[in-house]
């Protein structure tokens, strides 16, 4: 009956010795205890004692047994501090909302140990900034307008000799005509230019312009033919540049 009493109050005084010990490290701010065991006396698997949630801004406050510990925490946060005898004792606190990891490194009965807690950090959101979309800017021309080609320029000059000038500026506004329509858009097809060209030729006097006429008609033939009059560009360039050769002659 003595040894029973003996036992009975062996378990008294370790229970009631346990629970002295469990207020000296949790207290009311420090939450739930992440630690598989028992943090001071022989430790045989230490951990840390901290809580598992905290909001932003709030401290969160942990704790552990050491002869020397190192704290840090993944993702780095600016508001941890380490406190306390040995460095026991840290305390953080989140600026944005996630999920961290608390690591200890420490320094126990001549071992190292590892410890990690994991918090999350419950909060608002970041506010999404929008960004407004940039405006559209004016759209580019499709043509280098300015271009010419300035042999093709010399040539129908050449090909006017012996032409009423007049009459070559009449037949230059014409090409000048059906190129500004390209430039536009108006016209988009090579069947389109070469009938917009004709119709505007029959709204003037040809006679005594067979030579100019025929020499224009070959060179365009001869373009297409060689595959040098396919695109837009093509026949802008080639209009324009016989727009100029004619009014190079006819003095304007």
């Given at each position: 009956m003595k040894s029973v009493a003996k036992v009975l109050l062996l378990l008294t005084a370790v229970v009631f010795g346990a629970i002295y010990i469990g207020e000296s490290l949790l207290p009311e701010p420090y939450g739930v205890c992440?630690?598989?065991g028992p943090l001071l006396g022989a430790l045989v698997e230490p951990g840390?004692?901290?809580p598992d949630a905290v909001e932003i801004g709030e401290l969160a406050r942990m704790e552990t047994a050491g002869e020397k510990v190192k704290w840090d925490c993944i993702p780095q946060i600016a508001d941890g501090q380490t406190y306390g005898e040995n460095g026991t004792k840290y305390v953080a606190s989140f600026r944005k909302p996630g999920v961290y990891t608390v690591i200890a490194a420490v320094y126990l009965?001549?071992?190292?140990?590892?410890?990690?807690?994991?918090?999350?950090?419950?909060?608002p959101p970041e506010p999404v900034v929008v960004v407004p979309p940039t405006p559209p800017g004016p759209e580019p021309d499709p043509f280098p307008i300015n271009i010419v080609d300035p042999v093709l320029v010399e040539q129908v000059a050449t090909w006017c000799k012996g032409t009423s000038k007049r009459k070559v500026k009449e037949v230059a506004q014409v090409f000048v005509t059906v190129s500004s329509e390209i430039a536009s858009g108006r016209l988009s097809t090579t069947g389109e230019i070469i009938n917009r060209t004709a119709i505007l030729n029959k709204e003037i006097n040809l006679v005594g312009m067979n030579n100019l006429m025929t020499r224009i008609q070959t060179y365009l033939t001869m373009q297409a033919d060689s595959g040098s009059l396919v695109t837009l560009q093509d026949h802008l360039t080639v209009w324009k540049s016989i727009a100029q050769g004619l009014n190079q002659y006819a003095g304007s």
């Amino acid at each position: 009956m003595k040894s029973v009493a003996k036992v009975l109050l062996l378990l008294t005084a370790v229970v009631f010795g346990a629970i002295y010990i469990g207020e000296s490290l949790l207290p009311e701010p420090y939450g739930v205890c992440n630690a598989p065991g028992p943090l001071l006396g022989a430790l045989v698997e230490p951990g840390i004692i901290g809580p598992d949630a905290v909001e932003i801004g709030e401290l969160a406050r942990m704790e552990t047994a050491g002869e020397k510990v190192k704290w840090d925490c993944i993702p780095q946060i600016a508001d941890g501090q380490t406190y306390g005898e040995n460095g026991t004792k840290y305390v953080a606190s989140f600026r944005k909302p996630g999920v961290y990891t608390v690591i200890a490194a420490v320094y126990l009965q001549e071992e190292v140990h590892i410890l990690q807690l994991e918090i999350t950090v419950e909060g608002p959101p970041e506010p999404v900034v929008v960004v407004p979309p940039t405006p559209p800017g004016p759209e580019p021309d499709p043509f280098p307008i300015n271009i010419v080609d300035p042999v093709l320029v010399e040539q129908v000059a050449t090909w006017c000799k012996g032409t009423s000038k007049r009459k070559v500026k009449e037949v230059a506004q014409v090409f000048v005509t059906v190129s500004s329509e390209i430039a536009s858009g108006r016209l988009s097809t090579t069947g389109e230019i070469i009938n917009r060209t004709a119709i505007l030729n029959k709204e003037i006097n040809l006679v005594g312009m067979n030579n100019l006429m025929t020499r224009i008609q070959t060179y365009l033939t001869m373009q297409a033919d060689s595959g040098s009059l396919v695109t837009l560009q093509d026949h802008l360039t080639v209009w324009k540049s016989i727009a100029q050769g004619l009014n190079q002659y006819a003095g304007s």
